[in-house]
């Protein structure tokens, strides 16, 4: 790449940059190779019978997708042809903002199946059975969402440009000097701020339901699930939050200055960004230690490919 058309060129040396790619294919690597093993475990075993986690196998789905989406385009940018920016930078937004929010409709989907569990909606009475149609409709609302905060700059409001790294594309964080700086703005602080609020508030109230919940194992299912998608809650915004402040430093600095006077060092963004990209495997340890469900289909999983290399042995 012309690093010289950076923003950001002056952060990263040559040497910065090799090691931010090295850590970068080794995070993504590993997160690739653990959150394959997570997915299987949810959608080729008896989990998948299970909407609770069919719907957070979403999640970690496009959390592994996002990562092989971005290694390639890592490799195959050219910031020559505008096309070729702006088509891996719309991807990048458009995956990243789904990843956030298919985490935020399963943080929802815990609150509405509690919410059925105990009062209902309404006229609907207590215990009233969870409606099919909602799980259809949670992935079709991260689409919606994802869509609705990617495309803007398709339609000339900001743009796709160079990263940190000065080597991949996504949602410009030089703030335009028209109104459009505001869209900006408000794609940045309805991605972050608001999937942050709702998904602590979802699991704020569900659990304050669930308190209400009696002793049936069924109910204490549910309990059980819920504590595990607060743990990878938690683990995910801790893994977000470093690139997360970053960034929003840059645009609260274009938004009061026009200009970023305390650029953030090059060790700082490798740091967040290996940290943000290792997120997929950080969320299969949650599970594998938290869930207990999840723990025991991903160590069948393992003796099952065993017990096929055994069985090839003996032919």
């Known amino acids: 790449m012309a690093i010289q058309k950076c923003t950001w060129s002056a952060i990263f040396d040559d040497q910065s940059r090799v090691n931010l790619q090295g850590g970068y294919i080794i995070t993504g690597t590993i997160s690739a190779l653990l959150g394959a093993w997570l997915n299987l475990a949810l959608m080729l075993t008896n989990l998948r019978g299970d909407l609770s986690y069919r719907n957070f196998a979403f999640f970690t789905l496009i959390s592994c997708l996002r990562r092989f989406v971005s290694l390639l385009a ?10 070729t920016c702006d088509f891996y930078g719309f991807w990048d937004k458009f995956l990243g903002v789904l990843e956030v929010e298919c985490l935020t409709h399963a943080c929802i989907e815990r609150y509405v199946v509690a919410k059925y569990n105990t009062k209902g909606f309404y006229f609907i009475i207590s215990g009233w059975p969870i409606q099919k149609n909602h799980y259809i409709l949670y992935p079709c609302l991260c689409v919606l ?34 109104w459009h700086r505001y869209v900006v703005i408000s794609i940045f602080l309805l991605r972050s701020v608001k999937s942050t609020g709702f998904m602590v508030t979802m699991l704020i109230w569900a659990r304050n339901l669930e308190a209400k919940y009696n002793d049936s194992a069924e109910l204490l299912k549910e309990m059980r699930f819920t504590e595990s998608i607060i743990v990878v809650t938690i683990v995910n915004l801790i893994s977000w939050m470093p690139i ?7 645009v609260l600095s274009f938004l009061l200055s026009d200009d970023v006077q305390v650029k953030p060092s090059a060790s700082a963004i490798q740091w967040a960004i290996w940290i943000h990209w290792a997120s997929p495997a950080i969320t299969t340890v949650a599970m594998f230690l938290t869930d207990k469900r999840a723990h025991k289909t991903m160590i069948s999983i393992c003796k099952a490919e065993t017990m096929i290399e055994e069985t090839k042995k003996k032919d």
């Open 244 to 250: 997360a402040l970053i960034r929003g430093w840059v």
């Open 145 to 178: 969402f994802a869509l609705l905060y990617s495309s803007p700059p398709l339609f000339g409001f900001g743009k796709y440009g160079l990263d940190f790294s000065c080597q991949s594309c996504t949602l410009d964080m030089v703030l335009p000097v028209t």
């Open 74 to 83: 890592q490799f195959s940018v050219n910031e020559t042809a505008n096309m």
